[in-house]
C-alpha cells in the first residue's frame, strides 16, 4: 500500500501563490506517474497535472491540463518520495480541493479512474 498525504493549501488572492506539497510513504517503488487533480463544489474532479518518474525516462515527463498550463508547475523530488505543484497568478476559478494521486503505470493519464492511490485533498481558496 501507499499512502499521500498532501499540504501546503490555503487562502490567497487572485494573482498570489501556493505550494502544495505531496509526500508518498509505504510501497513507494510501487508507484511511477503521480498527478494533481481538484474539485470544486458541485463538479467533477478534474486533471490539472502530471509526472512520472525520472528515474523511467532521461528527465521526469510532465502533463498540464489548458487551464494550468503557463502558470502552474509541477515537479518531483524521488529522494524524497515527494511531489509539488507551484501555483502562481492564481485566480477565483482555481479555487478547490486539491488532490495527489498515483499509479504503478508510468503513464500520465487525465482520467482520474486509473490512478490506484489518493491523498485526502488539501483546500485553495482563491479570492477576488
Known amino acids: 500500500q501507499v499512502q499521500l498525504v498532501e499540504s501546503g493549501g490555503g487562502s490567497v488572492q487572485a494573482g498570489g501563490s501556493l505550494r502544495l506539497s505531496c509526500a508518498a510513504s509505504?510501497?513507494?517503488?510501487?508507484?511511477?506517474?503521480m498527478g494533481w487533480f481538484r474539485q470544486a463544489p458541485g463538479k467533477e474532479r478534474e486533471f490539472v497535472a502530471g509526472i512520472n518518474s525520472i528515474l523511467t525516462w532521461n528527465s521526469g515527463g510532465t502533463s498540464y491540463a489548458e487551464s494550468a498550463k503557463g502558470r502552474f508547475t509541477i515537479s518531483r523530488d524521488n529522494a524524497k518520495n515527494t511531489v509539488y505543484l507551484q501555483m502562481n497568478n492564481l485566480k477565483p476559478e482555481d479555487t478547490a480541493v486539491y488532490y495527489c494521486a498515483a499509479r504503478g503505470s508510468r503513464y500520465i493519464s487525465s482520467s482520474a479512474t486509473v490512478y490506484d492511490y489518493w491523498g485526502q485533498g488539501t483546500q485553495v481558496t482563491v479570492s477576488s
Open positions: 509505504g510501497r513507494t517503488s510501487s508507484i511511477d506517474a
